[in-house]
């Protein structure tokens, strides 16, 4: 069973930006495509972005540009760099495997953007 922490959501007005972090707990996190993930109120969880296990990496469109996901194998932790954050952005953010999400979530992290 896998364990998914994820930290470094906040409040940030909009056009700022945000770092949000992940650490899994598996020891065989580097051979696992990545994932961000989020939830905004009232809609279905979507993917934002993924990283493979060889470091190449994709967006969704509304976050091409400005979202950069990134991981460090040696510490078991996925990032996502946010940039121009716009109030539409705001939701729980997840990490998790990707493709294929592990059953288990993390409690994911608010990230809320607004004036």
């Known amino acids: 069973q896998v364990q998914l922490v994820e930290s470094g959501g906040g409040l940030v007005q909009p056009g700022g930006s945000l770092i949000v972090s992940c650490v899994a707990s598996r020891t065989m996190f580097r051979i696992y495509g990545m994932g961000w993930f989020r939830q905004a109120p009232g809609k279905q969880r979507e993917w934002v972005a993924g990283i493979t296990s060889g470091g190449t990496t994709n967006y969704a469109d509304s976050v091409k540009g400005r979202f950069t996901i990134s991981r460090d194998n040696t510490k078991n932790t996925v990032y996502l760099q946010m940039n121009n954050l716009r109030p539409e952005d705001t939701a729980v953010y997840y990490c998790?495997?990707?493709?294929?999400?592990?059953?288990?979530w993390g409690q994911g992290t608010q990230v809320t953007v607004s004036s």
């Open positions: 998790n495997r990707d493709p294929t999400p592990f059953d288990s």
